[in-house]
Structures are given as C-alpha cells and as structure tokens.
C-alpha cells in the first residue's frame, strides 16, 4: 500500500472552482492507477474521476464529466483534479485512492478495487 495525503479543499461559492491534490508519501505515483472518490454526509462513498497510469486514459462519472479534469504533473507526483463551476451538491469529503492493479471502464469506479486512501480532504459549496 502507499500512504497518500490530500489537499486543496476548502469553501467556494457555487460557480466558483478549486484544485485537489494528492501526494505519495515517499514515492511518485508512477505506475500507481489513480481515482478521486467523494462522500456527502449520509451519502455512500461515490467515484468522480480515475487516471490509468499505462497509457493516460481517464475515466470521469457523468456529473463530472464537464466540469471536472483529472491529471497528473509531469514527474507523476502529484494527482490533481481541478475542479469548476462548483455548486453545493458537490459538497463533501474528497479522497484520493490507488491501485497497482488496472482499472477499466466497467471497474474503475469500484472502491474495492482501491486498497490505498488518504485521509480525504473537505469541500464546501455555498449557493
């Protein structure tokens, strides 16, 4: 497993963007398959976005689609997932998660399928 560490969240006003992002405790990223997971408050944990570390696919769930980028900087330290035009139902914790094992259109979204999570990170989104 790999120690990760979020951050970036805060409070926003809808309409308004942020920029999360998620650090390997004494390593890179690379060959690490990456997803951005959220929580709401009695909500169940929920996928937003996944980055395949082979060959650079990303994977977004339909919410996010347009609004939402999921990237990696060029040393592959650091995940990213900048976030725009932000309103109160994106409201949440966000956790960043990896994998060694690959992910795929039908299996990227599971959290199961992640054994590596941060400790998450708060998003608040006034209206």
């Known amino acids: 497993q790999v120690q990760l560490v979020e951050s970036g969240g805060g409070w926003v006003q809808a309409g308004g963007s942020l920029r999360l992002s998620c650090t390997a405790s004494?390593?890179?990223?690379?060959?690490?398959?990456m997803a951005w997971f959220r929580q709401a408050p009695g909500k169940e944990r929920e996928a937003v976005a996944a980055?395949?570390?082979?060959?650079?696919?990303?994977y977004y769930v339909d919410v996010a689609q347009d609004r939402f980028v999921i990237s990696r900087d060029n040393a592959d330290t650091t995940l990213f997932l900048r976030m725009n035009n932000l309103s109160p139902d994106d409201t949440a914790v966000y956790y960043c998660?990896?994998?060694?094992?690959?992910?795929?259109?039908?299996?990227?979204?599971?959290?199961?399928?992640?054994?590596?999570w941060g400790q998450g990170t708060q998003v608040t989104v006034s209206s």
């Open positions: 998660a990896a994998t060694p094992r690959l992910i795929t259109r039908t299996t990227w979204h599971l959290p199961e399928r992640y054994p590596s």
């Open positions: 004494g390593r890179t990223l690379s060959s690490y398959n």
């Open positions: 980055s395949r570390w082979t060959d650079g696919a990303t």
